[in-house]
């Protein structure tokens, strides 16, 4: 009896460790929430938890789309804070992307969150220049889009430790 205690014991401490294993790809701004959210559905799946585990994977899921919105639109809403174009508002979205995949390959532990806001920045004040605007108001719009966009990167950090937080209190409640 003894053994199959501490064998279920073992296998959630293992499935625990996959979930913070996925919590530190979140805070290098990898899909880490994404990897937690499959392995808590794996663990669904393996216990065969009741009907409303499904639920709770789909609330899971919910936070998780919320989080990756708020992180895809932080520079977004820095240009608009500062009412700047909505061209750069928009493209400033892609350039926080191509930032972010660019600053994974020059610096790949925080690189991703850097090249993010840099990119952002880059794109804001590029598209502000050509539109017309001062040079000095473009970097102000720019600077926000770049702090819009770490802002973001915190928010989703918070929104991963939450959801990893849940995923363990969940797997270890019963």
Same mark, same amino acid.
């Given at each position: ?5 501490? %064998? ?6 293992? @499935? ?44 899971? *899921? ?23 174009? @909505? ?8 350039? *926080? ?19 993010? %806001? ?5 794109? *804001?004040?590029?598209? =502000? ?13 720019? @600077? ?5 966009? =770490? ?14 937080? @849940?995923? =363990? ?6």
């Amino acid at each position: 009896m003894e053994t199959m205690v501490v %064998a279920a014991w073992l296998e959630k401490a293992v @499935w625990s460790l996959l979930v913070l294993a996925g919590w530190g790809l979140a805070l290098l701004a990898l899909p880490g929430i994404w990897v937690m959210w499959g392995i808590a559905a794996a663990y669904v799946w393996r216990m065969a938890l009741p009907a409303d585990s499904w639920l709770w994977l789909a609330q899971v *899921a919910g936070v998780g789309l919320v989080a990756e919105l708020i992180e895809a639109l932080g520079g977004f809403w820095g240009v608009r804070r500062e009412k700047g174009s @909505w061209g750069a508002s928009f493209l400033t979205a892609g350039g *926080a992307i191509a930032g972010a995949i660019a600053g994974s390959i020059l610096l790949p532990l925080f690189g991703t969150v850097l090249g993010a %806001a840099a990119g952002a920045y880059a794109v *804001a004040y590029l598209v =502000l220049r050509k539109k017309g605007y001062q040079a000095a108001r473009s970097r102000q719009i720019a @600077w926000t889009a770049a702090w819009y966009q =770490l802002l973001a990167y915190i928010a989703k950090t918070i929104a991963a430790t939450l959801i990893a937080g @849940w995923i =363990l209190w969940r797997f270890w409640q019963g």
